[in-house]
């Protein structure tokens, strides 16, 4: 009676934690790798395309921008990383638009006023990644 009582749970908490997984992914645009610490990239994940689709987007304005760099990024494997480079960048005073490619491991940035390299390299590097070169 007891086993069965506590299997019953068991199965109850793993179904719980299951929907929420499914929740996270479809609702929240979460991935599933992008729980676990060893994540291989979302190279096989539908929200790939999305975040293909978005990037091409966001690349096309920053592409407007008077001024606009690119900066090699090391360290990005999932959605998460992107949205976290992108939101770093976009917190700095006078960058304007952010994008962030897996596939490129690069970021774009539209900058409405210039901004010295280091402050770009720095916001990447505080956001836990790497910042490599920059282009203009």
Known sequence: MVATIV???LIAAVFVYGLKKVYNAFFKGEAACCDSGNCGGCKGCNMQKAL????RARVEKIEKFP??????VDGMTCEKCIYRVVRALEKIDGVTI????????SAQVGLKENISDDILRDAIN??????GAVTA
């Open 126 to 131: 505080k956001a836990g990644y790497t910042a």
């Open 52 to 55: 293909d689709d978005s990037y």
């Open 67 to 72: 001024i606009h760099r690119t900066i090699d």
């Open 7 to 9: 299997l019953g749970i």
């Open 98 to 105: 952010a994008a962030a490619s897996l596939e490129k491991q």
